[in-house]
């Protein structure tokens, strides 16, 4: 009966520490929610929109009530005018 306790008493070889390669998630996971949250700015500066300064003040000071952000995304999907300098506005 007294050596069950005994081994109960012992103390127990703490967990060592994980070593393995690649990147953390946590890291990762940061990078891609960044990603997302600037998603309508950088629609706006890759498809030359005219309106890309107003999309991106909303998305930069609006995006994190996530209504801001759907708005951004919803700018960037609106109709754009083309310039009146354009060869087929006649």
């Known amino acids: 009966m007294l050596i069950p306790l005994l081994s109960l008493l012992q ?7 994980y070593t393995g390669g690649g990147l953390p998630k946590g890291a990762v996971i940061i990078v891609a929610l960044v990603l997302l ?3 309508p700015s950088m629609l ?5 929109k005219r309106r ?5 003040a ?24 083309p310039d009146a300098e ?4 006649s």
């Open 58 to 81: 909303v998305n930069v000071l609006t995006g994190w009530t996530m209504i801001g952000w759907v708005v951004s995304m919803i700018m960037n999907w609106a109709y754009d005018a």
């Open 44 to 48: 706006a500066l890759a498809g030359g």
């Open 11 to 17: 103390r127990a070889e703490p967990p060592t520490r």
């Open 52 to 56: 890309k300064w107003k999309i991106i």
């Open 37 to 39: 949250y600037f998603l």
């Open 86 to 89: 354009s060869p087929g506005a």
